[in-house]
């Protein structure tokens, strides 16, 4: 392969394998993507990125597809880098920002891992994919398959917003409901792989998705100049997302490319609802390992992940990090969602939402500190969750005279 790849390796035990041909797991775990890091510094500067196109392919030379090989591509630009200072000052901060990932082509930062995925799949001949989905993975999947020509299986608990429901099928995929949970969507997957032979393109169970999501830290990282916010607040559930941009940070000071002699590192903050928290759970219990979270219910439909492949992957990170895993109240996040909107003009998803949750109970705690510059990741865009939007609003009747005064106040 034609690229700065040397090699996967596992990240339960180190075990390294072969990058020249298709991998998923490795003991029931996922994989890394190693890349010549040494080899890439000479080829690219930071400098160098400064003239090519504003899109998450900039960084060609710390994605894995070959140089010869196309990637399958919807446009996947920057995303804007918002500040918020009526936000912040509402919680006592004076640097505060949300990363606006609803702007990718399929409404949110799933476009990043999916295509990525989708185009290793398709350098590796795979014709058919499948992959359980709570929400938006699904959709993503669908339009990258389709662009790439591929057919696509996805299985959706059949609460899942129904937006993300509709892009599916819209895309062509062959879209299932399933009373009951994501894992149960996977465990369809995961039998039906001898059956129908198509590849699972579940969270993690391919080692892909984490190079895609992991522009959000090298985009991040450029979009400031190289100097790396205090703190990161990013909703978790597969965690890919926050895997992936702790290992942008770890390459990007391999490389030299941060600010200051000892660059600083961001504080990953890993956030669920009280609905669905397996994650915050093993952090407050101080285990590695994560058990699967029994009754799991959000309407925060990307964090309801009651058992993550990956979920090892996400405690080192926030460990290595200095950060912390909480959860916040699931009754609020509609509350939390209309806040954002209302204050500073940004629709955020629900998963987002519990982020607004989270930094409201970091900065009153002191945790994060005032002058502390403070990122939160906003995944999706709010109009993908009409559930969630939902409210009662007033009405006017046009044949009776309109009470002005009411109208005021209303």
Sequence with gaps: MTSFVTHLEGAIDGTILPADRIQTLHKDRPLWVRYDLAAVGRALTKEMLRDRPATMWRYRELLPVPFESQPVSLGEGQTPLLTCSRLAARYGLKDLWIKDESHLPTGSFKSRGLTMAI???HHFGVRRVALPSAGNAGGAAAAYAARAGMEAY??????????????????????FLVNGLITDCGRIVREGKQRLDWFDLSTLKEPYRIEGKKTMGLELAEQFEWDLPDVILYPTGGGTGLIGMWKAFQELATLGWLQGKTPKFPRM???????????ATAFAAGSRFAEPFANAATIASGIRVPAAVGDFMILDAVRESGGTALTVEEARIREWMRLVASSEGIAICPETAACIGALEQLSSSGWIRPEERVVVFNTGAAQKYVEALACELPKLDITQPIDWDWLSEA
Excluded: L
Excluded at 154 to 175: L, W
Excluded at 269 to 279: D, K, L, Y
């Design 119 to 121: 185009t290793m799949a």
């Design 269 to 279: 903050v890993s956030v669920q609802s009280t609905g669905c928290a397996p994650i």
């Design 154 to 175: 996805v299985f959706m608990p059949q609460d899942t917003p129904v937006v993300n429901i509709y892009e599916c099928a819209q895309a062509g995929a062959k879209t």
